[in-house]
């Protein structure tokens, strides 16, 4: 394990560690070789069948302080453990560029690339409106490139930090709840948790708000009340709560919260190989086969079912994963359409270094189901969300730099 690794937590996320992308093309990465694409013109089907992927799936956190920024976690729902704990991002940055409302966050992932000093932490952070009006608009908006500028309600961001950084020690965490960060965050917004509360209550001055709207909505629901009982909790036991990355969150809105445990998409083939030498499985992979077969040729001359069939038969060997990670120049994503895929030429440069963006990372539709997120018509839905960034993860002079993610529909909404 590299010196990157932090305590039994991080080791977790061994998978994840990654080498720098701009070593000489020989150099052999931690992960494992990777195929590449030959062409723009090829669809990378089965090149991608053969592409080591590390795949996230999600459990509910054994110990509360297992999600704190502190020890970098990967994690998905409630609010996010941010690696910068004090210059987060603001103005629209946060907001639904659709609705203008405060954007919920989604997922990160810490994906450190140990190869560069700059990069010895690293995460990555998504955010979405839980409107699903706004995301049928995102649809038309993430097609847009410079000098346009598209309207989002799903955004990305990457956050970086070298070994030595004031909020963090040196040393490797030790992950038995005593760990603490080197220093307080910024005071986050008490209805969301999410954002940096720059708003104040004018009348306690204690809680903090990240917009007028979540100012409003947590004197209704019953602030209004609490703002007038006297303050019990002391200065000393509020920085401690601030010292340990959390804060008092008064929303009932935000999705579950679960830590995200990744492992390689390889020992699920070795794992379908065991269950095929049983002879009391209740479904063998040979049936299996026949099963997605049968859906194949039902899909020929239906390129976007026929696809989505190829993509349900790679998922099927771990059903319940979440997020798929395979970052290297050259690697595809999964695509559950043939329609609405993202080709290289349509992936945007990268806005801060003018550099290419390469494919990162992937969310599946199964996340919501661990969200609760209802089958309705006007539900939040989605067939995959894309990542992409910085090929070379640059620096550049501001904490939180927006990467790009592309969303591709549900198979229902396919015409």
């Not at 955010?127 to 490139?145: G, N």
């Not at 960060?181 to 001055?205: A, F, I, M, Y």
């Not at 804060?247 to 579950?256: E, G, I, K, R």
């Not at 998409?265 to 992979?285: A, F, H, I, P, R």
């Amino acid at each position: 394990m590299e010196s990157g690794a932090n305590g039994d937590s991080i080791e977790k996320l061994q998978g994840l560690q990654i080498t720098s992308l701009e070593g000489d093309e020989g150099e052999e990465r931690e992960m494992v070789a990777y195929e590449y694409e030959d062409d723009d013109e090829d669809d990378g089907e089965d090149e991608e069948e053969q592409e080591p992927v590390t795949l996230g799936f999600l459990e509910k956190p054994k110990n509360r302080w297992s999600l704190l920024r502190h020890l970098f976690p990967s994690k998905a729902g409630g609010p996010p453990a941010w690696l910068d704990p004090i210059n987060l991002p603001t103005g629209r940055s946060c907001l639904c560029d659709m609705c203008g409302e405060p954007l919920q966050f989604v997922l990160q992932v810490y994906a450190p690339i140990i190869e560069k000093e700059s990069t010895f932490h690293r995460t990555l952070f998504l955010f979405m409106c839980p409107s699903m009006a706004c995301l049928r608009r995102d649809q038309h908006e993430q097609w847009k490139r410079p000098p346009e500028t598209a309207s989002r309600s799903v955004k990305v961001f990457r956050c970086q930090l070298p070994h030595s950084n004031p909020y963090y020690s040196s040393e490797p965490p030790k992950c038995n709840g005593t760990d603490k960060p080197s220093g307080p965050g910024v005071s986050l917004c008490n209805w969301c948790g999410t954002w940096k509360g720059d708003k104040v209550c004018s009348s306690c001055r204690r809680a903090h708000y990240c917009s007028q709207k979540h100012q409003v909505t947590h004197w209704r629901s019953g602030h209004k009340v609490e703002c007038q009982q006297p303050n019990l909790s002391s200065p000393a036991s509020d920085s401690n709560l601030a010292d340990a990355g959390t804060t008092s969150v008064a929303s009932n809105s935000l999705w579950p919260e679960y830590e995200m445990i990744n492992e390689d998409e390889s020992e699920y083939d070795t794992e379908m190989s065991e269950v095929n030498g049983q002879t009391n499985v209740l479904v063998s992979k040979t049936g299996v086969d026949d099963t997605m077969k049968s859906l194949l040729d039902s899909f020929e001359g239906d390129s976007d079912r026929r696809s989505w069939a190829t993509f349900q038969e790679r998922l099927a060997k771990a059903p319940e994963q979440v997020l798929r990670y395979c970052r290297s120049t050259g690697v595809k994503a999964l695509w559950p359409t043939s329609s609405g895929q993202l080709s290289k030429p349509d992936i945007p440069k990268c806005s801060y270094c003018g550099g290419p963006r390469c494919f990162e990372f992937q969310i599946l539709p199964q996340l919501l189901f661990y969200f609760g997120v209802s089958n309705d018509v006007d539900s939040l839905d989605w067939a995959t969300m894309v990542v992409y960034t910085c090929e070379s993860s640059c620096e550049a002079n501001v904490s939180y730099k927006e990467e790009f993610v592309w969303v591709q529909h549900s198979l229902s909404s396919v015409p």
